[in-house]
């Protein structure tokens, strides 16, 4: 009987005193080793990828400086998007289109089909 409060009282001092340290160590362990694991395939197809990232990045910014060219013409201003900052210029024009909306009380229309409704109807 003694010798189950024994170890009883072993289990608690480990738990208590050992275990959290012991946790936080396995814990720091794992997140490390998951990190390698992600880097590694990560990196894994870097060398596939590049071109097609290269070739789809020229297409898309000629796409976006074609839209800022339409808008540019549209509403007769003069945005620019450069390689830079081609994160951060679309974002003002953005915000320039929304005060826009908001001053020409333009509604959004956001189920598929309603677009042609919603032009008939202005129309007729």
């Known amino acids: 009987m003694q010798k189950t409060n024994y170890q009883h009282e072993n ?10 340290d012991a ?5 720091y362990q794992l997140v490390k080793h998951l990190e390698k694991i992600i880097e590694a395939n990560a990196n894994r197809y870097t060398f596939v990828w590049k071109k097609v990232v290269a070739k ?8 976006i400086q074609a839209s800022v060219n339409k808008i540019n013409k549209f509403y007769k201003t003069n945005f620019r998007v450069e390689k830079l900052t081609i994160i951060d210029d679309p974002k003002w024009i953005l915000k ?5 909306k908001e001053a020409e ?3 959004f229309v956001q189920e598929p089909g309603e677009i ?6 202005k129309n007729s």
């Open 23 to 27: 946790i936080e160590d396995l814990f």
């Open 116 to 121: 042609k409704r919603y032009m008939y109807q």
């Open 105 to 107: 009380n333009i509604k």
């Open 11 to 20: 289990y608690t001092e480990i738990r208590k005193y050992y275990l959290p």
């Open 96 to 100: 320039y289109l929304y005060k826009k």
């Open 56 to 63: 789809n990045e020229k297409k898309m910014s000629v796409k």
